[in-house]
Each structure stands twice: as C-alpha cells, then as structure tokens.
C-alpha cells in the first residue's frame, strides 16, 4: 500500500469518526455542551436547543454565562479560574442540581454532569445536562402528599398521646384497675400506630435524601442506657432482661443521638421478640481499631441463611406471613441501615440457627487526640460553656478550671470549629481569645450579634480591656474581659454570673402558635409546671400576640390555616431577637429550617417528656 492510500484510507476513518462523533451528538436525548477553558461554547446539540430555546448557531462563540441566570452567571468565571489555577474542583466529576436560563428569560432545574478533556491540545469541559423539571414537579406533589398524610395523622396521634400520658401521669387522680388496664392498652397500641406511620414517613424521607440528622459529640454508653430504658416495657412485654456491658465508658463518637437511639431500639426491640421467655439480651460496648462496636445479641432461634441477602430490604420479615407470632412491617432494619449509613458506619449481623443472633453497629470514634481530651462529664448535671482558645495548653486549663467549678466545656481553636460546634450544640456561654488564626476574636463577636445570638462572652485575652472600652457594639455582648494570665476565681466568677443571670425570677411566657385546639390544650396542660402558655390560632392572632408583649419562646407549628408558620421566623428574628423558636409539627423540617430554631420537635415523635426538656433548655 503507498503513502498516498495510506493517507486516503486515514482521512476516510478520521471522516467516518467525525460522522459518527455528529451523529451521537444529533440523537442524544440530554442536552450536551462543550466549552474551551475562556467559557466559550464549542458544541452545542440539537436536544441542546430544544431545552433552552436557542438555535445552536447563537450559543456557539459566546460564553456559557448566557445560559446562567444570576447569581451563578458572574460566579462561574471565577471559579473556572480558581479551578485552572489550583485544581480545586467543585462540580466537575459529580452530577449536582442547579437552576439553568432560557432564552425567553424564564428558569429551570437541570441535572448537571461535568467532565474535562483535551482536545487538538486544547483543554475543554463537557457538561451532560438533563431538564429535571417534571421530575421536581412530581417531587413537589408526593411531599404535598406526605405533607398532607403527616399532619392529618401525626396530629390528631399526638393529642391522643399526649391525653393518654398526661392520665397515666396521675393528672386525673388515681383510676380503677379496670380503667388502668384499658389505658395500657390504648397507650401500647397508640405507640405501635405512631411506630407505623413514623417507620413509614422516614421510608419516604431517606428515599428522597431529606432525613434530617443533627450531629453532635456524645458518649456512646450513656446513649446505649437511655436506649435500654426507654425498651423496659418490651423486656416485660417478652419477659427478658437486657444485659450491658461496655469495655470503655467513656467512648465518644459524633451522631445524631435521637436516630441512633432509633437504630439501637429497633435492635433491642426486635432482640426481645425474638427471645425465649425468661431469658437475657446481650448489649456490650467495645472498641476496635478506628471504630466502637455495639453488639445486640438474643438467644432465639437465628435468622435462616436463605433470608439473609434480603434482611435489610424494605418490608422484609424472616416471618411474613399473617399468622407470624411477632408484629412489626418490615421496615425497621432498613431505615437503622440507612441510618448507620448516614453516620459513615456499618450494621452487619452475625447468625446460626438455633443458636441466636448478634447485630453489630459499628461507628467512627472521634480521634485518638480528641478521646484523650476528653475529661468526664456529666452532660445533664451541668452548663456546657464553649472555649475559642488557639492555644491547646490554655485551652486545656481554662477547660480543667471550668470542671473543676462544676461546668462541662468543649474546645474549639478557631472560629471556622466554632460556628459548627454552635449549630450543633447549645452552650451557655462562650470563653473568646481575642487573637485567633483566620478570623479574630473581635470579628467573630460582632458576627455574632449580628446573627441576633446573644450568648453571653468573657473574653480571656492578652489585650487589655481598656483598648476596646469605647467600641460599645463589642462591651453590650461581653460579661467579662479578663487578661492573661488566667485568674481562676476570676472566670469561675464570671461564668457563674452568667449562670445566675439566667435564672428568671418569673415564669417563663411561651406562644404556642397551632391551629388544632386539642393540642394546643394537650401542650397547655404538659407545660402547666413549666411556663405560662398564650395561644394563637392562625399566623394572623399568632403576629397580634407577638405585637403585644415579649415572649421567652415561640412554639411554632408550620402547617395553619392562613399559611406557613416559617414565615414568623424572620419576623422574630427581627423585632424579637431574644425569643427563641421550637418548632413543633407534624412536618419533619429540613436542616436549613432547623439551624434557624432553638429545636425542631416532630408530632407523635416527641414525648411529654422530651417537650418539656427542649423547652426548658431553650428557655435556660
């Protein structure tokens, strides 16, 4: 063959690849783009057209901001810069939602996948994108639906368990046995409907990826406790005992503690219906490299090995038929997976038949430094106090001082660690360094009270008071300033003050906003001890309300029949910015709404009790 045919035969395979590279283009369903590294646009396929109604040969040689409505169109130039420049990726190599622009002005959601590739020697990026607007259309329908589905049956549960524990509480006086019987009975079988309904919405909710988890440092055997006893009645129910042991007390992870308890009481629960009467679940605590092992093991029968590749799928039961002697859907195994899942740990299980079987929840530790840190606590005995030092050996005094005095304390060493332990945790004061790596003392101060957070500050610092003594925006925020080196019974002082200042000397005054009035005289009636309760129907008497006096805490349900109880928010936020907010609804709040209250407490979810604790601590 000659150098001439050679040639001819390379153009037509170079031809070919090019009719086919058009052709693939041409069918493609998803719109897809192609930039150089300056934003301009390369390609752009007919399915590309279609979705943002411009003609191919008006995007082609303008830069891909045209498609991008604001703020993403002036932001994009900059991060392809920041991307060229150091390599820090931000969407390239993962799939994102993000709102795209048509040429009729008008938004959509799309479905983003970026990639990079060289061509002719030439850097360029192709994006694959999907016109996701039927899809959220649909979304925004089922969550009308669970929305709708979690107020008509979350509420009326939660008046009727509320009533329920309120009568057992001794709040009507003593009863007969013969009604005392009947309320076990209602109350059992009220639990296992909420149960239901709960196992079914957080189904519904960890599908969709809108579970919502509140991370916090916790010790792990303290967790394991509260778990066992909140399942005492179904150790008699089934006449077992739990059994626990822990290898290390003092063991910390960082979790959502009210979804592990859920995990954890689903074991228990499930480890007692499996065992034979009179005998013993194991619960045992123990360390392995990296990670603390819980273990929950029954004596029973075993789970059959055939069964277990479908053990955590959804609905799946060793025993499903109608005549199985243990109730339950299904469902309970599936959501603990995903659960522990979400905590960057494993659930696994170990099983014969015959001879019983254990489950395993294995969780991230903490570092080893952090474990270390760590002193012995008791978390309801005492105020938990935030230090922002930079310093680790200052900070571990302050911290040792504080213990000694009584108080619980967590460190941060800078601002950045700050801000995440403050959305995760309540504190009742915070020690603040003047001088901290990245951001100062000062600066984060006043963002603070910009944010309308007033958590008292004493700020320990090298600097002397009398150099910020006329910036009254900083002294309003500070109960104390004190110099380095640390007076102990100056800041043992101090945070006491705060502590004493706390204390109101009247009842506290909380708006309960909700439109059901069965629950608005449930609330009343479990708060009796706690606060004086004022009432608002609709967000219209709920703005009245807040018009006329100052209230320590709004209890906010969101679904009422005037709109969103969300939209107090902002106005609390502004002309009450000391009043806190405890959402209480039968709607599951996303983390964003969450990070903006005091607490967000789901309907039916939510003990008696636990109301009562979130609205004292609020309120503290």
């Known amino acids: 063959m000659t150098t001439d045919s050679l040639i001819d035969d390379l153009q037509n395979q170079i031809k070919n690849w090019e009719i086919r590279h058009r052709t693939l283009l041409n069918t493609l369903s998803d719109a897809l783009i192609t930039i150089d590294r300056q934003g301009i646009v390369k390609t752009f396929n007919p399915a590309a057209e279609l ?3 411009y003609p191919a040969r008006e995007v082609i040689g303008e830069k891909i901001n045209m498609l991008m409505p604001q703020p993403h169109s002036d932001e994009h130039d900059k991060y392809m810069d920041r991307y060229i420049n150091t390599g820090h990726k931000h969407i390239i190599g993962t799939d994102r939602e993000v709102m795209a622009l048509r040429k009729d002005g008008s938004t959509f959601p799309i479905e983003l996948a970026v990639s990079e590739m060289w061509q002719d020697g030439e850097l360029q990026f192709t994006g694959l994108i999907k016109d996701i607007t039927e899809r ?4 925004r329908l089922k969550n009308e639906f669970i929305s709708t589905v979690s107020h008509e049956l979350r509420t009326p549960l939660t008046s009727i368990r509320g009533a329920l524990g309120l009568i057992n509480s001794g709040l009507c006086g003593p009863l007969p046995d013969k009604v005392n019987a009947l309320l076990t009975i209602a109350t059992n079988n009220t639990e296992r409907l909420l149960l239901l309904i709960n196992d079914i919405l957080d189904i519904e909710k960890i599908e969709s990826g809108h579970l919502r988890f509140d991370f916090k440092r916790l010790v792990l055997a303290d967790l394991i406790e509260k778990a066992i006893t909140d399942c005492s009645s179904y150790a008699v129910e089934h006449q077992i005992q739990f059994a626990f042991s822990a290898a290390d007390r003092l063991v910390q992870v960082n979790a959502d503690p009210d979804r592990l308890i859920q995990v954890i009481n689903n074991l228990l629960s499930n480890a007692a219906k499996f065992s034979p009467k009179n005998g013993t679940v194991d619960v045992s605590l123990n360390l392995r ?20 590749p479908r053990l955590f799928d959804k609905f799946s039961q060793v025993d499903g038929s109608d005549k199985r002697h243990t109730g339950g859907t299904g469902l309970g195994l599936s959501i603990a997976k995903a659960i522990v899942e979400k905590h960057q740990g494993k659930i696994g299980v170990e099983t014969a038949e015959g001879a019983g079987t254990t489950f395993h929840v294995d969780l991230p530790l903490q570092s080893i430094n952090d474990i270390k840190e760590q002193l012995p606590i008791d978390p309801a005995a005492a105020a938990t106090i935030l230090i922002i030092e930079d310093d680790p050996d200052v900070a571990h005094l302050i911290k040792r001082i504080l213990f000694d005095a009584g108080f619980n304390a967590e460190i941060a060493y800078d601002t950045i660690q700050a801000k995440q332990l403050l959305q995760q945790n309540h504190y009742e004061a915070i020690t603040l360094d003047i001088i901290l790596p990245g951001q100062s003392g000062l600066d984060f101060l006043k963002e603070l009270q910009n944010q309308g957070d007033d958590i008292p500050v004493v700020i320990v610092s090298v600097d002397d008071n009398k150099k ?8 309003q925020g500070v109960v104390d300033w004190l110099q380095k080196p640390i007076d102990s019974q100056k800041l043992i002082d101090a945070v006491q003050g705060i502590q004493s200042a706390a204390r109101h000397s009247r009842r506290p005054l909380v708006l309960q906003v909700e439109d059901e009035a069965d629950v608005r005289k449930i609330v009343e009636l479990i708060l009796t001890d ?3 309760v004022v009432a608002a129907g609709s967000l219209r008497e709920a703005r009245q309300q807040l018009s006329r ?9 969101v679904g009422l029949p005037d709109g969103s109880g969300l939209t107090l928010l902002p106005e609390i936020r502004q002309r009450h910015p000391h009043t806190k907010v405890v959402i209480f609804s039968a709607q599951d709040v996303g983390e964003g709404v969450a990070s903006q209250v005091s607490a967000a407490l789901v309907k039916s979810v939510t ?4 109301l009562i604790q979130t609205i004292k601590a609020a309120i503290k």
């Open 468 to 475: 910020y003594a006329d910036n009254t925006c900083i002294n």
């Open 607 to 610: 003990s008696n009790f636990k």
């Open 51 to 53: 979705i943002f109604g």
């Open 136 to 139: 959220k259309k649909i979304e």
């Open 530 to 532: 706690t606060a004086d």
């Open 289 to 308: 490299p990296g990670f603390a092992r819980i273990s929950i093991a029954d004596h029973g029968a075993g789970i059959p090995r055939e069964f277990l």
């Open 549 to 557: 006096q100052q209230f320590d805490l709004v209890l906010l349900d």
